[in-house]
């Protein structure tokens, strides 16, 4: 059981918060956390690659010069991968990258990445964190006050918060999700996890009804 201080928005200390990370998994498999983190990179790549075979490239099929006798070393169309201008000889075509593994290993390995970061000390608590209006300059000093300015961060809300968004989406290595969108690449990414208690309340009730 780990014990976690409660700070305000002026970085003081207003109370404790109590999680367990083997509520959210018994153990880390760093294997599996491995796989998915692989799995979420691979679909993002672009895939949108493209260039010509010698077949594709304009250019007469005739040969350069005779076989013999030059002095050359052989030689036969110019579009040949070997001549500037020629084309490519293994050429690469758009292709879709993504894949998907099982949908309870990525549940498992979203909560291992949250116990992750609970084991290394990597989770600061906030009692609340909320804005009647879009408001950069603020939310950059409550992360000063609590002493993660600068670190890559990940602000993690109980739900989807418009103004929470905005007022952090310029800060850099400042990244914002719900708990409803968190997943394995998101938690491990950044250095920091910033969490409201609600959002630490949502994340235990999504573990015990998996």
Excluded: W
């Excluded at 983190?37 to 672009?46: D, E, H, I, K, S």
């Excluded at 250019?59 to 020629?86: P, W, Y």
């Amino acid at each position: 059981m780990a014990t976690l201080p409660v700070f305000d928005r002026n970085g003081n200390e207003v109370g404790k918060y109590e999680i367990d990370s083997s509520e959210l998994a018994e153990s880390i498999n760093r294997q599996l956390l491995h796989d998915i983190v692989v799995m979420y990179q691979a679909n993002a790549r672009q895939g949108s690659a493209c260039t010509k075979s010698r077949g594709m490239v304009a250019g007469s099929t005739r040969k350069l010069f005779r076989q013999k006798g030059t002095g050359n070393a052989r030689q036969g169309s110019r579009r040949s991968h070997v001549r500037r201008g020629g084309g490519h000889a293994f050429a690469k075509k758009p292709r879709d990258f993504s894949y998907r593994l099982p949908k309870k290993a990525i549940r498992a390995a979203t909560r291992m990445a949250m116990a992750s970061k609970l084991q290394d000390d990597q989770v600061v608590v906030i009692d609340e964190l909320s804005f009647d209006e879009p408001k950069t300059k603020e939310m950059a000093a409550i992360l000063k006050a609590l002493g993660i300015a600068g670190q890559t961060t990940l602000v993690a809300t109980a739900d989807h918060d418009l103004n929470v968004y905005k007022s952090a989406r310029n800060i850099a290595k400042v990244s914002v999700s719900p708990v409803s969108d968190l997943n394995a690449l998101v938690i491990l990414k950044p250095r920091r996890v910033l969490a409201t208690k609600a959002a630490l309340d949502a994340i235990k009730e999504r573990a015990k009804a998996s």
